[in-house]
């Protein structure tokens, strides 16, 4: 199992310096992957652009977002958007798609939030004809487009991710909660009868340190107050020392992940050189 780190981009206080920095270091090793999420009425760095800009200073690192809200954005667009990146980056892109989770991104967007899940099966049926044909260019270096990821826990979706993707993202949780829903994954593979092998990816997120702690549960739950006492669930499970980190990879490698990215909660860069320690 690979293990890769996601981009301060929705934490307090990032800013272009940070991320920047953050990008050059995470491609000095050992992470595999820098990861994005996508929030549009939030205050934090759009995504794809965000990719970019580390697309500019990394050489190795898979640039993968993790995810975007598909729905929110016009198809042929992130066509473009998606294989301008993958090219600019030398092949480099991960494109993860869901429906999101948050109704306030629709609203400003102004997207219809009951037609989520219709649009993104659109989507993903028309996205890769994009990346493979003329109508759009620049071409992907990938052959066929970027690696495609669908992110979700309805049934809707391992059925998306069975018919047009090359692998599943789930949400983040405990070991356990990763391997069910690969189970329920790997099924619907199964039951499409995809000669191909299934991806499977998950997340979690860090603040190595007492201090770093407190302040990256206080921004957990912020980002997610949305969800009610919840927001509280995902605040404890947040991973503060190096034994946790260890034992929440070792979990998810038993349960058949791919790749795990391991998403910071403190825009601090000393959290970036903590976890690499960890991992080394």
Not at 98 to 120: F, K, P, Q
Not at 208 to 237: I, M, S, V, W
Request: aromatic share 8%.
């Amino acid at each position: 199992m690979q293990v890769g780190i996601g981009l301060p981009t929705t934490t307090p206080g990032a800013d272009r310096g940070l991320i920047l920095e953050w990008a050059r270091q995470a491609d000095a090793g050992p992470f595999s992957c820098l990861g994005v999420f996508d929030r549009l009425a939030y205050d934090s760095f759009d995504p794809l652009v965000s990719l970019a800009a580390a697309a500019a200073v990394t050489q190795r690192l898979r640039l993968a977002t993790t995810i975007l809200t598909g729905p929110l954005y016009n198809t042929a667009v992130l066509a473009k958007e998606t294989s301008s990146l993958d090219a600019l980056s030398g092949g480099r892109l991960v494109v993860g798609l869901a429906v999101g989770a948050r109704e306030t991104d629709y609203e400003v967007a102004g997207v219809e939030h009951r037609s989520r899940g219709r649009r993104l099966g659109e989507q993903l049926a028309t996205l890769r004809s994009y990346w493979e044909g003329d109508s759009i260019g620049p071409k992907p270096v990938q052959p066929g487009g970027p690696l495609l990821l669908v992110g979700g826990l309805s049934n809707q979706t391992f059925a998306r991710v069975a018919r047009y993707a090359n692998g599943y993202l789930h949400g983040g949780g405990p070991p356990r909660a990763f391997g069910s829903a690969a189970e329920k994954a790997r099924a619907a593979w199964q039951d499409a009868d995809r000669p191909d092998r299934l991806l499977l990816w998950g997340m979690a997120y860090f603040a190595l340190g007492n201090k770093a702690a407190e302040t990256g549960q206080r921004y957990l739950r912020q980002y997610y107050a949305f969800t009610g006492p919840f927001a509280e669930k995902l605040a404890a499970g947040l991973l503060t020392t190096p034994q946790s980190v260890v034992q929440l990879i070792r979990g998810y490698q038993e349960a058949g992940c791919d790749e795990l990215i391991l998403f910071p909660t403190v825009s601090e860069i000393n959290q970036l050189q903590r976890l690499a320690e960890v991992l080394a």
